[in-house]
């Protein structure tokens, strides 16, 4: 596991963070599931701000040297229908494409209202790569493909601060997204959090070469 050092440092920060503030009992979440366990983000983003911008960087260099093309990260403003903030993912992605000084690789950023989705003007066309706080939004994600697809932007990917239960890929394939890879994953049913590393079975396993040291 040498050659994922730089990441397992970082995933390993996150997912401790996690758990340190993670509450157990009987939960209603905001995509009105009922859980046993839940992470209080607000609480979770000031110790997870580095390990996860560190994160994107090596995800967006290693996307970068696979595609050579350019490409845009994008996240989303407060969204008025739940009660998580993806506020936070704004600002790591803004300060991660600053860092990495690429003009190949920039950050964009919808606008989410309660009558839907829209995109800014002058927004890059091409690859647009979206990133989330939680898997769990997904009417909210589905709503943001479907906005930028309208707008001639291609949607394939999506990365995921924590991913609860199984991801609803076949939702997400139905809307062209081919991957949903997230940095850590919990399993409602044994209330453990896992790093995207520690899994090995697919879709995770597939994803590991992107976590992988830069050249």
């Known amino acids: 596991m040498a050659r994922f050092d730089q990441a397992l440092r970082h995933l390993s920060m996150l997912k401790k963070a996690a758990q340190d503030v993670t509450l157990f009992g009987d939960f209603l979440l905001s995509s009105n599931e009922l859980s046993h366990f839940w992470i209080h983000l607000e609480r979770l983003w000031p110790p997870a701000k580095t390990p996860i911008a560190s994160l994107m960087k090596v995800f967006a260099i290693n996307h970068y040297a696979l595609v050579q093309r350019p490409f845009t990260l994008f996240s989303v403003g407060q969204h008025t229908r739940t009660t998580e903030e993806e506020l936070h993912i704004a600002s790591i992605l803004s300060g991660v494409v600053e860092d990495l000084d690429n003009p190949d690789i920039v950050f964009g950023q919808l606008i989410v209202a309660r009558d839907g989705v829209t995109l800014p003007r002058g927004q890059p066309m091409g690859e647009w790569i979206g990133v989330f706080a939680m898997s769990v939004h997904v009417d909210l994600i589905v709503q943001c493909v479907r906005c930028l697809r309208e707008s001639d932007r291609d949607v394939s990917t999506l990365l ?27 399993n409602e049913s044994t209330q453990q959090v896992n790093h995207i590393l520690e899994l090995d079975m697919p879709p995770y396993v597939d994803y590991h070469h992107l976590f992988a040291n830069p050249q």
């Open 160 to 186: 995921t601060a924590v991913q609860r239960g199984v991801s609803p890929t076949g939702i997400f394939r139905r809307e062209g997204i081919q991957r949903v890879v997230p940095m850590l994953v919990c």
